[in-house]
T-cell receptor, first 114, second 113 residues
Framework: DAGITQSPRHKVTETGTPVTLRCHQT?????MYWYRQDPGHGLRLIHY???????DKGEVSDGYSVSRSKTEDFLLTLESATSSQTSVYFC?????????????FGPGTRLTVL | AQTVTQSQPEMSVQEAETVTLSCTYD???????LFWYKQPPSRQMILVIR??????QNATENRFSVNFQKAAKSFSLKISDSQLGDAAMYFC??????????FGTGTSLTVIP
């Protein structure tokens, strides 16, 4: 299994509070991604990173920001959480070369915003 | 943006039988990759199989195989000799020349003992 961890694994918070989710990899892969998974929508890309301090928006980036100060860490921040951001969040990595740029996923974080 | 469509929200199969999950995609690119991922109740996303569009031969991994029809933009997954452990949500995914992956909405597979 690819070395990807996410923290926390579960979080309950209240509307309006800031939340930061962390993804950590030990594979030294260049690309890192944040997705959210909701019933009926599959996986939707929030933001991704193609290198340290290099990030870009995905399909559902409103209300989210990211940072990547080190190759191994990719942080997702909800500046002011809303109930619509209740979801399961997945981090994924890929090395951008060979094997079809296959993505490998972390275990997910279940976030509940009350 | 590319779109990936899985038209079967739910499927069921008898244990030891064969089932085929459908996936279609829309793209104008000629070089791309296609994937099937499995998500069991543990929620972990697991790569099942990968297909490179420039390869005409269909990918196979043990009991899992694909039927890749490039002209029809179709990428179905066949599971042979279904086992109880195959019960999961299955996602089809596409990656072209850009950095993004595009996922379908998933097919929930039930295996009946």
């Amino acid at each position: 299994d690819a070395g990807i961890t996410q923290s926390p694994r579960h979080k309950v918070t209240e509307t309006g509070t800031p939340v930061t989710l962390r993804c950590h990899q030990t594979e030294n892969h260049r690309y890192m991604y944040w997705y959210r998974q909701d019933p009926g929508h599959g996986l939707r890309l929030i933001h991704y990173s193609y290198g340290v301090k290099d990030t870009d928006k995905g399909e559902v980036s409103d209300g989210y920001s990211v940072s990547r100060s080190k190759t191994e860490d990719f942080l997702l921040t909800l500046e002011s959480a809303t109930s619509s951001q209740t979801s399961v969040y997945f981090c994924a990595i890929s090395d951008g070369q060979g094997e079809g740029d296959t993505q490998y996923f972390g275990p997910g974080t279940r976030l509940t915003v009350l | 943006a590319q779109t990936v469509t899985q038209s079967q929200p739910e499927m069921s199969v008898q244990e030891a039988e064969t089932v085929t999950l459908s996936c279609t995609y829309d793209t104008s690119e000629s070089d791309y990759y296609l994937f099937w991922y499995k998500q069991p109740p543990s929620r972990q996303m697991i790569l099942v199989i990968r297909q490179e569009a420039y390869k005409q031969q269909n990918a196979t991994e043990n009991r899992f195989s694909v039927n890749f029809q490039k002209a029809a933009k179709s990428f179905s997954l066949k599971i042979s000799d279904s086992q109880l452990g195959d019960a999961a949500m299955y996602f089809c995914a596409y990656k072209g020349t850009g950095n993004q992956f595009y996922f379908g909405t998933g097919t929930s597979l039930t295996v009946i003992p």
